[in-house]
């Protein structure tokens, strides 16, 4: 059930501002007339101060807005950068996607439509982006993706699968079968999936706006990276995380997937297989790829790095560069002159568990919060980004202040990929 589009507009406070100012709080009076204000919690929220808790009665699939970034006087507020692929004024497109399908623990479907409970859509359009956003994926078309077992139209039309807790904790019906094929696990419904996502970023992307992907497991990397691909075949991948996410169909030891995706971007030995030869169009060269963050790479992974050439800083070049530094020697690897097109796929596992706890496979040793921050503001600071994932944030893992700070966090990554800056 798609919900009706409302057109917020931001109210006058923000007008005459400088997008130099949003990191100062408004006042209560001028806060724009969002659902985040309404909630009494200001989207300028620090992190300690950024914990959202649903009011009663609350439902995700009825909160979400689209926020015009426009000042009562019409004049159009822009982003602290100027995003030179994107068409002006600066428009995002959030694709949330409630999908946990690449790996086995559920929840991690819940965090779109946490992330846009802690008020990501006014956040973002304080920032001076137009922000588009209505609901989040529906995947209930998918025969493979599970449905909740009490729905009643699971013969009808259409599905409700954005009820928060809807997730695959409650009895779930599985309309077709979805057994593994060699050792991959789940392998129609993560290529279905992904296969929609794709076109729903490439979509985007298309109409010259910056799709901003919120997962789900990283699987979903194999759908937003061949999504941006589509519109800018020469685009460079930064791909942030504890983990490589490049294992094959024949190397991986869980057959989960989302530690696949990036060998089917590649298109690597073992990737041209059923189903996802159906669409997947091996579009990423492996000179076009950056890592940064990685500290926990399988052997098999680690072999294909070498063969492959691909320029990864894990955290011990970290360590001894400093993030700067790095940033620095990751961008110019892959966007030499400043003209190329970057999509950023940020895996929240990235940073230490310590600053992003509620992950599906923390990995101790990751980022501190500040250098996650830096890696997302180097970015923005190119000008280059055309596409970006906020991945693998779990709200159902270890505790409520654990989940929220996740959810802050990841809020915050967003922020300064779309030119939040500290001063
Ligand atoms: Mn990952």
């Known amino acids: 059930m798609r919900s009706t589009v409302k057109i917020a507009r931001l109210a006058a406070a923000a007008s005459r501002q400088a997008p130099l100012s949003v990191a100062r709080p408004l006042s209560t009076a001028s806060r724009p007339k969002t659902s985040f204000a309404r909630h009494g919690v200001s989207p300028h929220s620090n992190l300690s101060r950024n914990v959202w808790t649903a009011p009663r009665g609350w439902r995700a699939d009825q909160e979400p807005k689209t926020v015009l970034s426009e000042s009562p006087r019409g004049e159009i507020k822009s982003p602290q950068y100027e995003y030179k692929f994107l068409a002006k004024p600066a428009k995002v497109a959030i694709v949330g996607c409630p999908f946990s399908g690449g790996q086995g623990r559920s929840g991690v ?71 593994d094929i060699g050792r991959m696990k789940k392998p129609r419904l993560v290529s279905a ?34 999504g941006t ?33 990036v060998s089917f971007l590649l298109g690597l030995t073992g990737c041209n297989i059923e189903p996802f030869n159906q669409w997947v169009k091996p579009c990423l060269k492996p000179e076009e790829l950056v890592y940064v963050g990685l500290r926990d790479i ?58 992003a706890p509620s992950t599906g496979t923390p990995v101790r040793g990751g980022l501190t919060f500040r250098e996650g921050h830096y890696i997302t ?26 989940a929220e700070k996740t959810i802050a966090v990841g809020c915050s990554l967003a922020r300064a990929a779309l030119g939040e800056t500290l001063l």
Request: hydrophobic share 35%.
């Open 298 to 355: 399988d052997p098999e992974e680690r072999k294909l790095l070498k063969a492959n050439g691909i320029k990864v800083f894990t955290m011990h070049d970290i360590d001894r560069h400093g993030i700067g530094k790095v940033m620095e020697m990751a961008i110019a690897h892959v966007n030499k002159n400043g003209d190329t097109p970057i999509h950023l796929s940020f895996d929240v596992d990235a940073l230490d568990p310590s600053e």
């Open 377 to 402: 503001e180097a970015v923005a600071e190119t000008g280059c980004l055309v596409g970006l994932d906020i991945m693998e944030v779990n709200p159902s893992l270890v505790d409520k202040a654990a």
């Open 193 to 226: 999936v992904c296969e929609k996502v794709a076109s729903e970023v490439g979509s985007i992307a298309k109409k010259g706006w910056l799709p901003l992907t919120l997962g789900g497991d990283h699987s979903l990397g194999l759908g937003t990276v061949s």
């Open 109 to 179: 479907d819940l965090a779109p439509n946490r992330l846009i409970g802690a008020g990501l859509v006014s956040q973002l359009a304080n920032l001076g982006w137009e922000v588009h956003y209505e609901t989040q994926q529906s995947f209930v078309d998918i025969p493979y993706n599970p449905v909740p077992a009490d729905s009643t139209q699971i013969k009808g039309k259409e599905v409700n699968n954005s009820t928060p807790g809807a997730s695959s904790k409650t009895d779930m019906i599985q309309r077709l079968p979805d057994p």
């Open 229 to 261: 691909k589509s519109k800018y075949p020469n685009a460079a991948l930064i791909w942030v995380d504890a983990h490589a996410d490049i294992n094959t169909p024949e190397t991986t030891d869980s057959g989960n997937l989302h530690g696949c995706p």
